[in-house]
């Protein structure tokens, strides 16, 4: 895989279309594992006091019927 690295300005708005030109170049499988490395590292770095990697968070509302 050859890697390119492109310097910006903060305030370039033509990095943000390169950016949104570089994910269309991709394939629907590429942005998917792209994605699934982002939410493996995103887990590795947010560990629950157990030291496991936590879930999604789910709540559940009970509502009862007046």
């Keep these: 895989m050859e890697k ?3 310097k910006y300005h903060l305030k370039d708005p033509q990095q943000y ?3 949104r030109e570089y994910w ?3 394939t ?3 942005r998917l594992m792209a ?3 982002i939410r493996e590292t995103w887990h590795k770095l947010n560990p629950d006091k157990n030291g496991t990697a936590k879930g999604f968070r789910r709540v ?3 509502i009862e019927p007046e």
Aim: without cysteine.
């Design 4 to 6: 390119h690295v492109k």
């Design 17 to 19: 279309e390169d950016e």
């Design 24 to 26: 269309r170049s991709k």
């Design 28 to 30: 629907p499988e590429e």
């Design 35 to 37: 994605l699934e490395a």
């Design 60 to 62: 559940i509302r009970i």
